[in-house]
């Protein structure tokens, strides 16, 4: 590709991606770290790299010695492995003699072979930070593939507490006391439960249509026609049963057996390798049974959406559904995927975290249900005697108190004062 084309793109974007206004994001990234930022589409990972972007030129280090480049711009369609060495020396041409340049690869998997690129580079001791959106950036063989050399950053839609600063909110909610305020955090929570928190979604009026573009989006490209799908229908079906399913375990078996009920005939090996996709695209994640046997934590767990906006455009009726479901991305948004359970073994517990020694059920409401708060409690009860000194939380929509329950303590918070702890 032509060498002045490439510069002209460079200082394009420099000026027009970096110059947009930012909402800092919630997340410690350290300066001496090579990091790939994977995640849903739409989430904000372009942003996390301007993130870093802003740290690097209030520490003093010049523009000039960063080199940005978002392989999304349609006039680097026809760029290759071999222009990628062609930028590196504009990068460094640009950054002056003898300074290399901080590199910043936005969606740098739509060139092809730039693994042994971005290996390189990490081996030459450039600091680098790439993103990425297909199969390729968001598989398990990510980590083999980039060598061990880059640390793996999953981003999330908005936690609410940056929710609310997009938005303009920046008051200390802790100490919520107003009625005005009462009413005010009350309107941003329905809001952010309803609709998810995709960052652009914030300043969009007719927020379903924008997320049901983005879960075409993911459904079409990232799973569809990324993995070569011809059956779209078992797709679809298998998405609306575990969106139907969120807050129960669903196996792979019982997944293959309703489509089998519905006509369609596919083997459990292919159901298997549909929802792996699907996990694949960060469209779900799942949460495993930690009382479970090995086989049975991988093939009964329960899943979740990476947005509970996109749960609401699958279901109806889901404020239960998308209240779980919110609980599910800030536990493993604040602990990781592998480090949250939910806990079924002569007991039900929504979610379980060990290194925390934490339970946690979640329910709507409680005080105009007595079965449902009886049942909460006596789960608790019950894996008390599993698991001593376990702690105890219930997470409501917006209900508040304190129970003492056969000698266990359960603290009961409404989710919106949860999740800005």
């Known amino acids: 590709m032509n060498r002045d084309i490439l510069k002209q793109v460079i200082v394009d974007q420099k000026e027009e991606y970096l110059s947009n206004p930012m909402i800092r994001r919630d997340v410690v990234l350290e300066e001496n770290i090579n990091y790939c930022f994977v995640g849903i589409r739409r989430t904000g990972k372009s942003y996390m790299m301007y993130q870093q972007i802003r740290n690097l030129t209030d520490s003093g280090i010049s523009l000039n010695e960063i080199l940005y480049v978002n392989f999304e711009d349609e006039r680097l369609l026809e760029v290759s492995a071999e222009d990628l060495n062609v930028i590196l020396e504009i990068g460094l041409e640009m950054s002056g003699e003898g300074k290399k340049p901080y590199v910043f690869l936005d969606e740098i998997q739509n060139v092809s072979g730039w693994e042994k690129f971005v290996r390189r580079l990490a081996d030459m001791k450039y600091r680098v930070n790439i993103t990425g959106s297909n199969s390729k950036m968001l598989s398990h063989e990510i980590a083999s593939t980039l060598g061990g050399r880059f640390m793996v950053v999953q981003v999330f839609p908005y936690n609410f507490t940056e929710y609310l600063n997009a938005l303009g909110r920046n008051k200390d909610y802790h100490q919520v006391l107003s009625t005005l305020d009462k009413a ?29 573009n983005i879960y075409q989006t993911i459904y079409i490209g990232d799973i569809l026609a990324r993995n070569n ?12 049963k575990i969106a139907e399913s969120v807050m129960r375990p669903i196996s792979y078996s019982r997944l293959t057996n ?12 292919t159901v298997i390798n549909y929802v792996g996709y699907m996990m694949e695209s960060y469209l779900l994640f799942a949460v495993q049974n930690y009382a479970a046997k ?5 093939t009964s767990p329960k899943y979740y959406f990476m947005d509970t906006g996109l749960l609401g455009l699958l279901t109806i009726d889901s404020d239960t559904a998308q209240l779980e479901n919110l609980v599910a991305i800030e536990l493993i948004r604040r602990y990781g995927t592998g480090n949250v359970y939910y806990f079924e073994s002569n007991v039900e ?15 709507y409401s409680i005080s105009n249900d007595v079965s449902t708060k009886e049942r909460e409690l006596n789960a608790f009860d019950k894996l008390q005697k599993f698991l001593p000194g376990t702690r105890f939380l219930m997470i409501t929509n917006s209900e508040e108190t304190e129970i003492e329950y056969n000698n266990i303590h359960v603290d009961v918070v409404p989710a919106w004062k949860w999740l800005m702890k």
Request: glycine residues 4%.
């Open 184 to 212: 005010d955090i009350s309107k941003c929570y329905e809001q952010y439960v309803k609709y998810g928190a995709f960052p652009e979604l914030v300043d969009i009026q007719k927020k379903r249509d924008y997320l049901n």
């Open 294 to 298: 090995l086989v049975e934590k991988e």
């Open 258 to 269: 309703i489509l089998k009920s519905s006509g369609t005939a596919i083997g459990k090996q």
């Open 229 to 240: 799908i011809s059956n779209d229908f078992a797709v679809r079906l298998i998405l609306k």
């Open 349 to 363: 517990i929504d979610f379980y975290v060990p290194e925390e020694k934490l339970a946690i059920q979640v329910s």
